[in-house]
């Protein structure tokens, strides 16, 4: 583990995801693993400083067998916040400055973010499931992410550009708080 890490915002970290720091894990300044809302979590830094931002992960699948196989290729949704919108966005796609991504036919929703999936139909019943796209617009605004990733077999991962070193504690403690209304909602309904 870096020592030059603030050790306050690592013990807070710790308790919003009632984790410890691993040190093992060699290429990661950071590795903080832990149960959030029953969840396995880990919170991950590979360098405190820019451009390296902070990786949340929360794990869905709780397997009552571990040798049980998981049966298929399973539904993945990746959302990236659109950085140009408007007229300037439609001729950004022209000159392919900004990438259209699948369109989810919500405009409200394509407008906003650009989305990747391998199966339309999962894609579709997980964003308009009620308040689901409401807590993503929610950790958008509080973190600024620039990728999430649903993977309905296995959790969500979410990477936000904000170095460990400005990360404020508050903006993890409510990120995480989302993660796993998301997460619960994923274990319920998939």
Not at 2 to 27: A, F, H, M, R, W
Not at 89 to 112: E, H, Y
Not at 146 to 161: K, P
Request: charged fraction near 20%.
């Amino acid at each position: 583990m870096d020592t030059n890490l603030n050790q306050n915002k690592i013990e807070s970290v710790c308790k919003i995801i009632d984790g410890k720091v691993i040190t093992d894990e060699k290429p990661s300044a950071l590795l903080i693993r832990g149960l959030y809302s029953g969840f396995p979590a880990t919170f991950e830094v590979i360098m405190p400083f820019w451009p390296f931002g902070v990786t949340y992960y929360l794990e869905t699948n709780l397997i009552d067998d571990p040798n049980k196989a998981i049966s298929g290729q399973s539904a993945s949704l990746s959302i990236r916040p659109r950085f140009i919108s408007g007229l300037i966005g439609f001729f950004g796609r022209l000159l392919l400055i900004n990438p259209p991504g699948q369109p989810i036919g919500d405009k409200a929703i394509d407008s906003k973010y650009i989305l990747s999936f391998n199966d339309k139909d999962q894609a579709e019943r997980l964003l308009f499931y009620p308040g689901l796209i409401t807590l993503v617009d929610k950790i958008n605004k509080e973190c600024s992410f620039s990728e999430f990733i649903i993977t309905l077999s296995s959790g969500i991962y979410l990477q936000q550009s904000m170095t460990f070193n400005k990360l404020s504690v508050d903006v993890a403690r409510e990120t995480f708080k989302n993660l796993g209304s998301i997460a619960q909602i994923i274990n319920e309904a998939f």
